[in-house]
């Protein structure tokens, strides 16, 4: 069985930073891109950012680029997204997700969540 | 980018009925790369479709995918009660991915 298991989230201020991981278990994690996803409350889903399977190439939203970094450990199984200069219009449930393909495709499991809150 | 426009917003239906989603993209999709996903309140999305057609693992048959190009279409061809819910197309070929605004699928 898949799992993605988010953590990480939490209440930050305005220009703080803070990262999200997300560790997967039940496939070969190496070989699966891996995405973030976000939903800010009462709202639809967001693509945020993604990368390989190698962790070589790495993609990421006009939104979000110069401010988030996502990386990945194949040694530990996991997937990180490291927030930079967070804005309130940050704040939303992110989802890490597992790519059917190595570099692309559709999303085929999902994790819980993680609750990012940009505040003062 | 690529802009998904999804419609209609809401759609209303009983049980029992058919529902037809649609999905416009602003350029045009492989079909190898859209695919469409399901939200109930307070879970996570769940893949419905892959590579415009294919159902996920464990999709009722009554879900299909169809469309190329830049229209794609979702049907449910007999809403069950667990059907209602919101409903989200996505392209994932061509950096930065996107996905639909949602269809709120709401029992009439």
């Known amino acids: 069985d898949v799992k993605l298991l988010e953590s990480g989230g939490g209440l930050v201020q305005p220009g703080g930073s803070l990262r999200v991981s997300c560790e997967a278990s039940?496939?070969?994690?190496?070989?699966?891109?891996m995405n973030w996803v976000r939903q800010a409350p009462g709202k639809g889903l967001e693509w945020v950012s993604g990368?390989?399977?190698?962790?070589?190439?790495?993609y990421y939203a006009d939104s979000v680029k110069g401010r988030f970094t996502i990386s990945r450990d194949n040694s530990k199984n996991t997937v990180y997204l490291q927030m930079n200069s967070l804005r309130a219009e940050d704040t939303a449930v992110y989802y890490c997700?597992?790519?059917?393909?190595?570099?692309?495709?559709?999303?085929?499991?999902w994790g819980q969540g993680t609750l990012v809150t940009v505040s003062s | 980018e690529i802009l998904l426009t999804q419609s209609p917003g809401t759609l209303s239906l009983s049980p029992g009925e058919r529902a037809t989603l649609s999905c416009r993209a602003s350029?045009?999709?492989?079909?190898?790369?859209l695919a469409w996903y399901q939200q109930k309140p307070g879970q996570a999305p769940r893949l419905l479709i892959d590579?415009?057609?294919s159902r996920a693992a464990g999709i009722p048959d009554r879900f299909s995918g169809s469309g190329s190009g830049t229209d794609f279409t979702l049907t449910v061809s007999r809403l069950e009660p667990e059907d209602f819910a919101v409903y989200y197309c996505h392209q994932c070929g061509i950096s930065p991915y996107s996905f639909g605004q949602g269809t709120r699928l709401e029992i009439k």
């Open positions: 350029q045009s999709v492989k079909s190898d790369y």
């Open positions: 590579g415009g057609y």
């Open positions: 997700a597992k790519v059917s393909g190595n570099y692309f495709g559709s999303l085929d499991s």
């Open positions: 990368l390989s399977g190698s962790g070589g190439m790495t």
């Open positions: 039940g496939f070969t994690f190496r070989t699966h891109a």
